[in-house]
């Protein structure tokens, strides 16, 4: 298997898919190859998407245009990052966001709808690859919900205290790590960074939690 490939192998969308029935999967899928300059548009916002597209080689972005062209970058595309195949199962007319290569790269692309056609053979393990990307678009819609819910909370304050107190309840307990930065965390509240450091001074302040760097502790008996 070619190094490209070994990002394909431990993609998400392949778990459970061993290294023979992979390429035979990806042969089924119409699998393409492309390379993009630095700046290059992979997607356009406004087209339709119809492939699922998965990162070989180098970097990406997916940024978004408002009606006057000004752009805004929402997040970075790595080695081995999907893209696709949420607009491409919703079957998105207009797709509200672009793709730009940030340097030279290399792209994967498979055929939506050959995911979703089983050739004559109907092999359990494209069986696998429905199960998988049915997953993949399940959690990114729980993930875009739970954003939801804490950015729609009235002030900064109450956004961390919704972010946090989910990550507790999710590790299942009151003393975790976030691998998200200042910055990226402040961008996923939609808060201003110095405003959310300085709200997350005032709750250590108080007694609501304790961090050091990005490891948090909530504390369950501060006095309300």
């Not at 050739?119 to 739970?146: G, K, Y």
């Not at 900064?156 to 507790?168: G, I, P």
């Not at 709200?199 to 990005?214: A, H, V």
Request: net charge negative.
């Amino acid at each position: 298997m070619d190094d490209e490939l070994c990002y394909v192998k431990k993609s998400p969308l392949f778990y459970g898919i061993g290294q023979e029935e992979l390429y035979t999967l990806l042969k089924c899928c119409g699998e393409e190859r492309e390379t993009f300059e630095t700046g290059e548009r992979i997607f356009r916002m406004g087209e339709a998407v119809d492939r699922v597209m998965i990162l070989l080689k180098g970097g990406a972005v997916v940024e978004k245009e408002d009606f006057w062209g000004r752009g805004e970058m929402l997040y970075e595309l790595e080695e081995g990052d999907i893209f696709g195949e949420v607009y491409a199962c919703a079957r998105t007319p207009v797709l509200p966001v672009s793709v730009t290569a940030s340097g030279a790269c290399e792209a994967m692309f498979l055929d939506y709808q050959r995911i979703l056609t089983f050739c004559s053979m109907a092999c359990a393990f494209h069986t696998r690859l429905l199960h998988n990307l049915l997953r993949l678009v399940s959690d990114q819609n729980i993930r875009l919900t739970e954003q939801i819910e804490h950015i729609s909370r009235r002030n900064t304050r109450q956004k961390l205290l919704s972010f946090l107190s989910s990550e507790a309840i999710r590790r299942g307990r009151a003393s975790f790590d976030i691998s998200l930065s200042r910055q990226e965390l402040a961008d996923y509240l939609s808060v201003d960074r110095s405003a959310m450091s300085s709200e997350l001074g005032k709750l250590k302040k108080e007694g609501i939690l304790d961090f050091q760097k990005n490891h948090f502790t909530l504390i369950q008996d501060f006095n309300r």
